[in-house]
């Protein structure tokens, strides 16, 4: 069983930026998609972004060019690069792994990212 462990998150005014991290403790195959969702208070989690094989990635048009997603797959982590922030992007950011078709296998337990304008 895969664990991932979100950190990372805090409060930071916009224009800021932080970095979130996600380790998972078993070995996940650089071959499975590794995610970020996000979830703001009384809306749904909408996807950030998504990277496969450490090469192709994938953003919501609501942070491309802001946010960068990359991976460590010697140690099994994803990180978050979240750039310009606004206050928009507050919510609970979690992570997941391992995507068949629209469902993941696995979910961190979120991180929470405020940003104060």
């Known amino acids: 069983q895969v664990q991932l462990v979100e950190s990372g998150g805090g409060l930071v005014q916009a224009g800021g930026s932080l970095r979130l991290s996600c380790a998972a403790s078993?070995?996940?195959?650089?071959?499975?998609?590794m995610g970020w969702y996000r979830q703001a208070p009384g809306k749904q989690r909408e996807l950030v972004a998504t990277i496969i094989s450490g090469i192709s990635t994938t953003y919501a048009d609501s942070v491309k060019g802001r946010f960068a997603i990359s991976r460590d797959n010697g140690k099994n982590t994803v990180y978050l690069q979240m750039n310009s922030l606004k206050p928009e992007d507050t919510g609970v950011y979690y992570c997941?792994?391992?995507?068949?078709?629209?469902?993941?296998?696995?979910w961190g337990q979120g991180t929470q990212v405020t940003v104060s304008s």
């Open positions: 997941a792994a391992v995507r068949t078709g629209s469902r993941w296998r696995y």
């Open positions: 078993g070995s996940i195959s650089s071959s499975n998609t």
